[in-house]
């Protein structure tokens, strides 16, 4: 029997329109017949924090017809409940081929809708997360935290209190007192995986406030088998709602993070918030990077 060849493998960068920007994920708009090992198994050939896969929707799921999905991501090492830079890629990866319009993708985390624009000819995707929640964290594991990074807690911004935020994925939020000590990033990559799996944690949220609206974010994710994400989706909706909780911004309120400068890989991520809705939004532009791994 002739095997079935590999679908199409695309690569893409989002939150950036430059192939040397963002953060790069594998798609996989037609994932039918892949079962859990051929998904990992391509995500650790491509080596990204995550590679997003298409196939058909659960029954149920609403949206308009050929655009809703179920959506999985794996990690080189694991599968990732949710993943906000490979929904963007995606989203825009199935708009080039399809046209702008709505998604409607159906994640472990839950349902989450995706709009594509077109914006002066760039593609612009805008995911909806599913609802946030914002949870303590216990002192101990913050200094087990701050341990490992090699941080002190006068490293911390004090207006920045510890939390786990959560937007489909966990991420330990912990906020520098200054733009230095987040750009010296050194961790026992071990010992922070360990830590995060203890916590059930997708990243750490590193991050600094330049102005009311303005962040610069690093995230950690060992865990993911990789040493840092470029931008992250995920940790930005979790951010975005930290900050409500804690009445950091206003109700109504647009943030812009800079995120992968110090990697080399410099993106930009919109998150908003909107009163009365608890949900957050999440947007940024994406872009193809010529290489294709074609089925073989």
Known sequence: MTPKPRPEILRYTAFTTDPAGGNPAGVVLDAAGLDDPAQLAI???????????LSAPPAGLGGAAGRAFTVRYFSPLAEVLFCGHATVATAIAFAERHGPGELLLATRAGTVPVTVAEEN??????LTSVEPAVLDVTERDVTRALDILGWSAADLDPAFPARIGYAGARHLILAAATRARLADLSYDFDALAAFMRDLDLTTLQLVWRESEQVFHVRDPFPVGGVVEDPATGAAAAALGAYTRELGLVPPDAVLTLHQGADMGRPGELTVELRAGDPRVRVSGTGTRIAQTVAGR
């Open 43 to 53: 995500a650790a050939e491509l080596g990204y924090s995550e590679t997003a896969f």
């Open 121 to 126: 000819g760039v593609l612009r995707a805008t």
